[in-house]
């Protein structure tokens, strides 16, 4: 019913920067809230940077300063903006949307299938 396709991932300098882009489709009547979330290997999955509607953010510590997530509305995308890119920052990212189809009265969390972003010093 709904697709989530994250783009943007690649192979960075420390120092450097990416833009994530993920696209939602399908038979989507609304999307509420966007994020990103990251897992390394070993680790737990994380939340990175979260949207809402309206536009407000929220940010892990870790990348408060350094990362900017943004959404279009109209096009159904959600960004991440990473600069100043560390070799903790290596991970793959995934997309997440909380989004009501058409004919259902309430929201459901989709996630995409991930990029890899890895950072080389």
């Known amino acids: 019913q709904v697709q989530l396709v994250e783009s943007g991932g690649g192979l960075v300098q420390t120092g450097g920067s990416l833009r994530l882009s993920c696209a939602a489709s399908?038979?989507?009547?609304?999307?509420?809230?966007m994020g990103w979330y990251r897992q390394a290997p070993g680790k737990q999955r994380e939340l990175v940077a979260g949207?809402?509607?309206?536009?407000?953010?929220n940010y892990a510590d870790s990348v408060k300063g350094r990362f900017t997530i943004s959404r279009d509305n109209g096009k159904k995308m959600v960004y991440l903006q990473m600069n100043s890119l560390k070799s903790e920052d290596t991970a793959v990212y995934y997309c997440?949307?909380?989004?009501?189809?058409?004919?259902?009265?309430?929201?459901?969390?989709?996630w995409g299938q991930g990029t890899q972003v890895t950072v080389s010093s």
């Open positions: 997440t949307a909380d989004v009501v189809v058409y004919g259902s009265s309430r929201s459901r969390n989709y």
């Open positions: 399908g038979i989507i009547y609304n999307i509420h809230d």
């Open positions: 949207i809402t509607t309206g536009g407000s953010t």
